[in-house]
């Protein structure tokens, strides 16, 4: 089961401290978690913008509870 955290207006460098951190911690990209940025975009025709945000994507439980107590908004 994959748990999602969304990350809110963190710029790409700070997303990629994090990703260094659950490495560094032993987790594996691709096993035991992902993750996709989103920047921010301004759609001209609608006239609306969405908002900078990254989505983490744990294949753990519990890995994914101890990083949204440490990051999630």
């Not at 001209?44 to 519990?62: L, N, S």
């Amino acid at each position: 089961m994959a748990v999602e955290v969304i990350v809110k207006q963190r710029h790409v460098v700070e997303i990629m401290e994090m990703v260094y951190q659950l490495r560094s911690q032993g987790l594996w990209q691709g096993k035991d978690f992902d993750f996709a940025h989103y920047p921010e975009l301004y759609d001209t025709f609608a006239g609306t913008t969405r908002e900078r945000h990254t989505i983490f994507t744990f294949y753990a439980e519990k890995y994914a509870t101890l990083f949204a107590i440490k990051y999630a908004e």
